[in-house]
């Protein structure tokens, strides 16, 4: 069983800058991809942040422009970097990761979560 971890979250001003990392317990060049997602209270979670095995990367229209998702393979590791914060980046981050297997005709995949760090963007 894959577990991710995530670490990095805290109180930070607007405008101000963090930094999410996810250690994975597993080599991250198993994933077809991983991604960061977030949940504000009472809201559906969604998806922030995509990064594929190849590094193609994509993002909400939301955080575009002021987050970069990378991805350490040696140090399995992924990585978001959040800059010019707004309150309503106040959420939980999950680092979530993402594997196909078996042959053609037959593919499963398989959905790992990590438990959510939280962020706070507040004066």
């Known amino acids: 069983q894959v577990q991710l971890v995530e670490s990095g979250g805290g109180l930070v001003q607007p405008g101000g800058s963090l930094r999410l990392s996810c250690a994975a317990s597993?080599?991250?060049?198993?994933?077809?991809?991983m991604a960061w997602y977030r949940q504000a209270p009472g809201m559906q979670r969604h998806l922030v942040a995509r990064?594929?095995?190849?590094?193609?990367?994509n993002y909400a229209d939301s955080v575009q422009g002021r987050f970069i998702i990378s991805k350490h393979n040696a140090e399995n590791t992924l990585y978001l970097q959040m800059d010019s914060l707004k309150p309503e980046g106040t959420a939980v981050y999950y680092c979530?990761?993402?594997?196909?297997?078996?042959?053609?005709?037959?593919?499963?995949?398989?959905?790992?979560w990590g438990q959510g760090t939280q962020v706070t963007v507040s004066s």
């Open positions: 597993a080599r991250i060049s198993r994933f077809d991809y």
């Open positions: 979530h990761a993402h594997e196909e297997f078996g042959p053609v005709e037959r593919v499963q995949q398989r959905d790992y």
């Open positions: 990064i594929t095995g190849r590094g193609t990367v």
